[in-house]
């Protein structure tokens, strides 16, 4: 069986099961589920934010009802997706159509036993709590923002006009936000595919053992960041890329009609011309490629902030999300002790 994300639906993992949605669930109500539960969330509008706790239990708070399912793991095990089908999306921008090609993406195993699942539709302020175990967390948010907050596994987020933050995640996983930011913290990823049409990714202090981040019209900082051997891949079509990078690392970086500016504090072997270079840092490591087409690419040592020309640079530059303006901040709900 595929998931797939179709022109603003949700994953549609588990869809042929849910035929008749239950009852209006109320703001706060929580579920027993098994040792390796699965999540599956859409939004029409709103926040979604997803958090861990020790419990056997997933607990749901919400501003108003929403649709809630508990699928048994009799149904949802002969249903586990193997691949994710993520069809073909089109983005009106003030450039013209913006169109990212249908693709698929191949999900890890889950862990062994059985999996049930919390099914839950609708839209407005959702705070999600789900075991530290959980096997597979869905979740879209068509408008709005959603979060992922403090789990390691399997995941698949989208978004269409909203913006997506993980802090402090890890594992394998897919992101897609068309319009809206992505913005990836303290965040270690085994493999990662993340792609926007005109929203701006910024990645800090995260590692990464494979990731492929590409965008349309946004521009990518990956600040302050590891690699662990692996592929690394950083692209950009209209906007500018940015990579600064904390110890070893062989970087090959082009732009189309821009350059390539680089500053390493520490020890790298940089060579090449004002459109394509090649780094070695700190003696060489991970393949890591960072290209944009039709704007710029920087490259330095560490943290931004300790190059204080490179971030004067990206200060002034506005297709650099240097800075993260995420939602209205609103308060989170601490999961019990």
Same mark, same amino acid.
């Given at each position: 069986?595929? *998931? ?33 539960? /699965?999540?599956?969330?859409?939004? &029409?509008?709103? #926040? ?27 149904? /949802? ?26 693709? !698929? ?28 175990? #959980? ?32 802090? %402090? ?5 897919? /992101? ?9 913290? %303290? ?9 926007? $049409? ?33 592929? $690394? ?17 062989? *970087? ?9 500016? &680089? ?28 290209? !944009?087409?039709?704007? !710029?690419?920087?490259?330095? !040592?560490?943290?931004? %902030? ?30 019990? *002790?």
């Amino acid at each position: 069986m595929h *998931i797939g994300f179709g022109r603003g639906t949700a994953a549609t993992l588990l869809a042929s099961l849910v035929l008749l949605l239950a009852a209006p669930v109320g703001a706060d109500d929580a579920f027993d589920v098994g040792p390796s539960p /699965v999540l599956n969330v859409h939004l &029409s509008r709103g #926040t979604l934010d997803i958090q861990t706790w020790d419990r056997p239990q997933v607990q749901i708070t919400s501003d108003t009802p929403l649709d809630i399912q508990h699928v048994s793991a009799a149904q /949802v095990d002969p249903n586990i997706p193997r691949q994710l089908q993520v069809s073909s999306q089109q983005v009106e921008t003030a450039h013209g159509p913006v169109t990212l090609p249908a693709e !698929s993406f191949v999900l890890p195993e889950l862990p062994s036993g059985a999996h049930d699942a919390i099914v839950a539709r609708g839209a407005g302020h959702v705070t999600i709590t789900i075991p530290r175990n #959980t096997a597979m967390v869905l979740a879209h948010v068509r408008a709005g923002h959603l979060g992922i907050n403090g789990y390691h596994g399997i995941f698949v987020a989208h978004g269409r006009s909203a913006g997506i933050s993980l802090d %402090n995640v890890g594992g394998t996983g897919f /992101v897609e936000s068309l319009r809206g930011r992505v913005v990836a913290t %303290n965040s270690t990823f085994d493999r990662l595919r993340i792609r926007t $049409a005109t929203g701006n990714m910024l990645f800090q202090g995260c590692t990464s053992h494979q990731i492929q981040a590409t965008s349309s019209y946004g521009s990518i900082v990956y600040d302050n960041g590891h690699f662990q051997p692996g592929l $690394a891949r950083f692209e950009s079509e209209h906007g500018n890329v940015a990579l600064g990078v904390r110890g070893g690392a062989q *970087i090959g970086a082009h732009s189309g009609s821009g350059k390539v500016i &680089s500053s390493f504090h520490r020890e790298a072997n940089v060579r090449g011309n004002p459109a394509t270079k090649q780094a070695t840092v700190d003696g060489g490591g991970p393949v890591v490629t960072a290209t !944009s087409h039709h704007g !710029s690419v920087y490259l330095y !040592s560490g943290s931004m %902030n300790e190059h204080p020309h490179v971030r004067q640079q990206l200060s002034g530059n506005s297709r650099l999300p240097i800075r993260y303006v995420g939602p209205p901040p609103r308060p989170r709900r601490q999961p019990p *002790i």
